[in-house]
């Protein structure tokens, strides 16, 4: 009660901001409730080649709206939508690998605007991921440069995430902004430091570091501190996250450091403002069981986190036995702020459909005592 009559005392003072979604202590408001996030990732129709250039308008976007249409008949609030990828397709780069737009087509921003206006006229708020470090494919050149070296992610931020941000400030769609998913996968495990924000010691034989080992936490901390701070100087009132492969590389407990904490996030890039306002973790099963730090064996306050927790990927196929309906109960009744379960694209197994994903989706969809789950934007 005292959390709602604050953000309602706060919105009379800022009504122009009042309705859009923050965190107050470790969950969610939204118009001055406690909400939580339920829903999917897209994450993608076309991987790297739905946005800019052209590419939106037509077959992308008819299969986009509809997954938003089948997110929100299912009771979903919440999609999360990739856009950049590795730099396949945009942002627009020169010869030298410096940004120098957010497209050549000229049609990013449009396209990103028609699906957020879509998604709010079906109260489904929409997370844009920036980049993609779970893979390292052809166009990984583009952005091995921008964590490299400074000028060139600076040129990415004066030429098109600024631009991009202000661009689409305020609109009601817009859930919030995550920089990076699963930067573990090209992450160099068992590096000694002796700052614990960049010793990645604790993570030999984890499993980071799958798709190559390439960067020590230094280059990608401040790779994430400096966007976010671009993020929040472009929009204060939006959220920013990134997405982590796994509770390892997140959470202070058993052994582990967060190394996206504050603390690390602005020791790496020097920004003050280049932090996260909520932490998003991934949880799958390994040889039919999950390990020692899944949120989905524990509540999250056994994880002693000072902001939201969103289970950001899971699917019931490698839920070490539990159904979708269990999983997504779990994430609203033990305190985590939302869930987005893998992925609306990606039928992996008969238990993954769209289909099957959706009846997770609707178990949580009328709950309100955890957090409000059917919103109007």
């Not at 005292?2 to 470790?26: K, P």
């Not at 009771?75 to 856009?83: A, L, P, Q």
Request: aromatic fraction near 12%.
């Amino acid at each position: 009660m005292a959390v709602s009559l604050l953000v309602l005392l706060a919105c009379g003072i800022a009504a122009v901001q009042c309705d859009r979604l923050s965190v107050q202590g470790n969950h969610f408001v939204k118009g001055g409730q406690k909400v939580f996030l339920s829903g999917a990732n897209l994450a993608w129709v076309q991987y790297a080649y739905d946005f800019g250039n052209n590419l939106y308008k037509g077959r992308v976007q008819g299969i986009l709206e509809g997954y938003i249409r089948d997110l929100s008949k299912a009771g979903g609030n919440s999609m999360r939508v990739w856009i950049h990828m590795e730099g396949a397709n945009t942002p627009e780069f020169d010869s030298s690998g410096h940004v120098i737009g957010m497209d050549k087509g000229g049609t990013m921003l449009a396209d990103l605007k028609s699906m957020l206006n879509y998604a709010a006229s079906h109260n489904v708020l929409i997370f844009l991921c920036l980049w993609n470090g779970a893979v390292n494919q052809g166009s990984h050149a583009h952005l091995d440069g921008l964590i490299r070296d400074t000028n060139k992610l600076q040129s990415y931020i004066n030429k098109a995430l600024i631009p991009m941000v202000k661009g689409l400030a305020g609109l009601p769609g817009l859930g919030g902004w995550e920089v990076i998913n699963e930067p573990e996968g090209v992450l160099l495990p068992d590096v000694a430091n002796s700052d614990p924000c960049f010793d990645t010691t604790h993570l030999k034989n984890s499993g980071a570091g799958w798709a190559g080992k390439l960067y020590k936490y230094d280059d990608f901390l401040r790779f994430i501190n400096w966007q976010a701070a671009a993020i929040k100087s472009a929009d204060a009132h939006t959220l920013v996250t990134m997405g982590s492969w796994n509770a390892k590389s997140n959470v202070n407990i058993k052994g582990y450091y967060n190394h996206y904490s504050d603390a690390c996030l602005i020791k790496a890039g020097g920004k003050k403002q280049g932090v996260l306002d909520f932490f998003q973790i991934h949880s799958y099963d390994w040889q039919g069981k999950f390990d020692e730090v899944s949120p989905f064996t524990m509540a999250a306050s056994a994880y002693h986190m000072d902001k939201p927790i969103v289970i950001g990927e899971f699917r019931e196929s490698q839920g070490a036995g539990m159904t979708i309906q269990e999983m997504f109960n779990h994430a609203y009744n033990t305190g985590y702020s939302g869930a987005w379960t893998w992925a609306i694209t990606d039928d992996w197994t008969p238990k993954d459909t769209w289909a099957h994903q959706q009846v997770g989706i609707t178990t949580v969809a009328n709950r309100h005592d955890h957090g409000l789950v059917k919103f109007t934007l």
